[in-house]
């Protein structure tokens, strides 16, 4: 079992940054996609970016592009997610998941495609809030 644990988030103002981070406890951490979700209130869960076992292949959700840089440190089995120039609309809570690699076979596809994230480890999740 993997447990993700989550830490970050808060509350800014429009145009603010905010870094989230994520670490994970699982001996196999370098086989696993690495990815964030979020989910505002009333709607459905949506992927935002993730990232490859190696971290060298990064996907993101055209709403968070060249506003949001995902990475990671396999040292320390941590994912994090720089976000910038931050916008009322991605208040939502945010989870860190993963999943392997093997199962998904592309760890872009996998934050698109609901099928696909069937197996994730959740983390608990932090709340992101941007206010006007």
């Known amino acids: 079992q993997v447990q993700l644990v989550e830490s970050g988030g808060g509350s800014v103002q429009a145009g603010g940054s905010l870094n989230l981070s994520c670490t994970a406890s699982t001996t196999y951490y370098t086989n696993y996609c690495m990815g964030w979700f979020r989910q505002a209130p009333g709607k459905e869960r949506e992927g935002v970016a993730s990232?490859?076992?190696?971290?060298?292949?990064?996907n993101y959700d055209d709403s968070v592009k060249g506003r949001f840089t995902i990475s990671r440190d396999n040292g320390k089995n941590t994912v994090y997610l720089q976000m910038t120039s931050l916008k009322v609309e991605d208040t939502a809570m945010y989870y860190c998941?993963?999943?392997?690699?093997?199962?998904?076979?592309?760890?872009?596809?996998?934050?698109?495609?609901?099928?696909?994230?069937?197996?994730?480890?959740w983390g608990q999740g932090t709340q992101v809030t941007v206010s006007r």
């Open positions: 998941a993963a999943t392997s690699f093997d199962s998904v076979g592309s760890c872009g596809s996998w934050i698109r495609v609901p099928r696909l994230q069937i197996n994730n480890h």
């Open positions: 990232v490859v076992p190696s971290g060298l292949e990064r």
